[in-house]
């Protein structure tokens, strides 16, 4: 079973935001990087680089797939995890803390409303079975 | 294809229970990865041992008093250069010189040889084999294919693991030989083969003592840090060993020259086999295309099928391509006109869009150390 942190709200696309002010904080689920495997690389954006809601932000790649990573809010990058260049396995380990992708300066904090709660998220892992 | 379609090894449960990661392969329902994951797999295999099985291979005899002669008109390798108890890789292949399958020939006695074929091939095989005999061809086929599991242990330890299991003296068996013996008073043959890049054996055995020998590989290896590996890193650790995966470097339209396998296609045999002539013509006048090694030389991950370029020119097409977990490197195998296929050459890949430099390397890419 996958874990799902309360605190923190979900896409259908299995990335999940941790919202702190008017900044989201944004990683790939347990569920996402146990499917995924072993994550060997990060094909990140560069700070200042912005994107519309569900836009593609990048790719995180394990050693036998390749998967996009979009994010569900609009903002500007203001942050990547440069950590995971050297120790792109956080991703796996700690999805959800050490493993965390960009830090994004949202234009509309409220959309975070529109995501999914942890609830609702693990609701749609098991309809996806 | 629903799960319940595909079908299973004697191993099925056991993975499960492993934890194992179960995928559709070529119809096949496999494990992908167990839970410490391809990486620590592929390492264990690479620094310790890895236990995998490889039940779904098939395997096919052919005994009779032609059987020497009827397996050597098929394959392009030297059938009659095989003492008892040898083994060699060879391939089917067909009027082109192209790759109907790529195997190993087992020799038992003068009239008795076992081919073990690729899983998602064996039906082909089969069609293609039966096909062959004419009513001159004293030989007897069977497709003993659900007959055996087949379960392969590799690396530096695996020799130390298997041996407590058996009164075989595994010293004795060179590369490329096997003997018959009981392995945990079962009947087995023990070939020491592999398809890893280390030393190790494959176990073959009847398939209702498959969990038996599996749970004590794992439980007599256990000290000696062996890990179950499922397919993500046995495709990995053959790409390091640049050994050629069927359906990827190997195919019905790509000759055995080709794909780098001269040193199997014995051209110079006194009876021939199915496309010599056109093999030999080939050679005479040289391939166009070679299979290389290359690895990333900036960041990105090159995958099968992405497109290889030489400046603005599209000249050939990625693989095989993947990390390379013992090596820390991103690697892969891709055909090229011959004019390039030289160490030193720049290439570029093109990852999604974006041209990513890469180099032609010598192939293997990972050599164990002999002792």
Sequence with gaps: MSNIPENLRYSKDHEWVSVDGDTATIGITDYAQHSLGDVVYIDFPRAGDRFASHEAFGSVESVKAVSEIFTPIAGEVTEVNEGLNDSPELVNSDPYGEGWMVKLKMDNPGEVDGMLSGEEYEEYLSSQD | ?371
């Design chain 2, 1 to 371: 294809m629903s799960t319940d379609e595909l079908k299973k090894t004697p191993l099925n449960e056991a993975h499960k229970r492993l934890g194992g990661k179960m995928v559709d392969f070529g119809g096949w329902e496999m494990p992908v990865q167990y839970t410490a994951g391809v990486i620590e797999e592929h390492n264990a295999t690479r620094l310790r041992a890895g236990l995998f099985d490889v039940s779904h291979m098939g395997e096919i005899w052919v005994e009779g008093r032609d059987a020497i002669r009827f397996v050597n008109r098929l394959t392009c390798n030297d059938v009659t250069q095989l003492a008892d108890r040898q083994a060699h890789y060879t391939c089917l292949t067909n009027e082109n010189g192209g790759v109907v399958d790529d195997l190993l020939v087992y020799r038992f006695g003068p009239g008795k040889l076992l081919l073990v074929v690729n899983a998602a091939t064996t039906d082909k095989d089969w069609e293609w084999i039966t096909g062959k005999k004419t009513d001159e061809d004293d030989v007897e086929l069977k497709n003993a294919s659900e007959e055996y599991c087949q379960i392969a242990i590799q690396g530096p330890r695996a020799k130390q693991i298997l041996q407590t299991m058996t009164n075989v003296e595994l010293d004795n068996i060179k590369y490329y030989w096997f003997e018959m013996g009981e392995v945990d008073g079962t009947e087995a043959i023990i070939s020491r083969t592999g398809y890893t890049g280390e030393d190790g054996f494959e176990v073959y055995a009847a398939p209702e003592f498959a969990e038996q020998l599996w749970s004590k590989m794992l439980d007599n290896g256990r000290g000696s840090g062996i890990l179950p590996c499922g397919l993500a890193a046995r495709n990995t650790l053959r790409l390091e060993a640049a050994m050629s995966l069927y359906g990827n470097e190997l195919g019905e339209d790509i000759t055995t020259l080709e794909s780098g396998l001269g040193w199997i296609t014995k051209l110079e045999q006194e009876e021939g086999f199915v496309g010599r002539d056109a093999l030999a013509e080939l050679k005479e006048k040289g391939v166009g295309r070679k299979l290389v090694g290359f690895e990333m030389t900036e960041k990105g991950i090159a995958r099968d099928g992405f497109d290889v370029y030489i400046g603005e020119e599209k000249v050939g097409n990625v693989t095989s391509g993947s990390p390379a977990p013992f090596l820390k490197k991103n690697i892969g195998l891709a055909f090229l006109p011959a004019e390039f296929a030289k160490t030193g050459q720049e290439l570029k890949i093109d990852i999604r869009g974006k041209q990513v430099a890469a180099v032609v390397v010598p192939i293997p890419f990972y050599k164990r150390e002999k002792p």
